[in-house]
């Protein structure tokens, strides 16, 4: 393969639900893809405005020609019937990104072919919004110019890091594949805590979400790390340090946490097993 930078050209995503959809609807937005292709046999609600908008085409089986990318976003499950059809789509100088948890880059090879190039990658549902994180791992046939590529195609979908070793990705989707389930469900506990505690379900839930969202903004805009924020909430003896005292305590979140991303790291790598 030569050394000139290679664009992302044609683009064929296959499974255009949450995940999926959330990439190619950024993509299609930034004009990061030449042209993105989707098969599903019915795409989820992210994508079908786009679809009907023009900027993506889509058809429910594998079109008969060969794509500059070919990216895997259906379930782990569904990957033994859904890769076959594949092959055909795959050439020498295919890329292939597969962001589905647990399917290792051997499986993905022994159906597309030994000297493919595989890039796992681990994106969360912000990228629907540009403010996911994707974190990544590169098969034995990529090269620095196949990385780029696959980092700059990702990158619409927020910032990018790579991990050494595959087994890494386990950890990657456990802690922020996964990640923005447990956030949210903090904003649901938060809520629901609220409202036990005599607020409305509807006032609750708008201070929880908008409490999580400001809280995650400054995380991302200060230069201060998280328990520096924190602390500048926490007034000696005052009402967080009650709270705090509660989540910090035996048995608060950071053994439960632990717990939760040990579970998704087991889960990862039972799915990887088929
Ligand atoms: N959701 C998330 O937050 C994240 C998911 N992932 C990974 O992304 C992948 C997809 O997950 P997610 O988007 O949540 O799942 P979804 O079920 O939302 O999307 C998968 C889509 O693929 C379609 N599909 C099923 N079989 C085929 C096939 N043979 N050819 C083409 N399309 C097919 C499904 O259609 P139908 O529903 O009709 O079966 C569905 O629309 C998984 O591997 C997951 O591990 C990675 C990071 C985060
Ligand atoms: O729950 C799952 O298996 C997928 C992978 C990361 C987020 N969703």
Redesign the pocket.
């Known amino acids: 393969m030569s050394d000139k930078p290679r664009t992302a050209g044609r683009v064929l995503l296959l499974g255009g639900g949450?995940?999926g959809g959330a990439m190619a609807r950024g993509w299609a937005e930034q004009g990061s893809a030449g042209a993105i292709h989707v098969v599903d046999p019915q795409p989820g609600e992210a994508l079908r405005a786009s679809i009907e908008a023009g900027r993506l085409t889509h058809s429910t089986a594998v079109p008969d020609e060969r794509f500059d990318v070919v990216v895997l976003a259906v379930?782990?499950q569904t990957m033994a019937t859904a890769l076959p059809p594949v092959r055909a789509a795959v050439g020498p100088q295919t890329i292939v990104i597969s962001?589905?948890?647990?399917t290792t880059t051997k499986t993905i090879a022994d159906h597309l072919g030994d000297g493919v190039a595989i890039v796992r990658a681990?994106p969360?549902?912000p990228a629907l919004i540009g403010r996911g994180i994707t974190g990544c791992f590169a098969g034995e046939n990529v090269s620095q110019q196949v990385r780029d590529l696959a980092e700059s195609l990702l990158s619409a979908c927020g910032p990018v890091v790579w991990v050494a070793k595959e087994a890494d990705i386990d950890v990657v989707?456990?802690v922020s594949?996964?990640?923005?389930?447990y956030v949210f469900l903090l904003a649901e506990t938060l809520a629901a805590a609220g409202e036990a505690a005599g607020l409305t379900p509807e006032l609750a839930m708008t201070l929880a979400r908008h409490t999580v969202a400001g809280a995650g903004e400054l995380m991302v805009r200060s230069e201060d790390a998280p328990a520096v924020l924190r602390r500048n909430v926490t007034s000696p003896n005052g009402t967080t340090q009650a709270a705090l005292d509660v989540l910090m305590g035996e048995g608060g979140l950071a053994p439960l946490m632990r717990r939760a991303v040990e579970a998704?790291k087991r889960?990862?790598a039972e799915?990887s097993e088929g």
């Open positions: 949450n995940m379930k782990p962001v589905a948890a647990g681990m969360n549902t989707t456990a594949g996964s990640g923005p389930a998704a889960r990862a799915l």
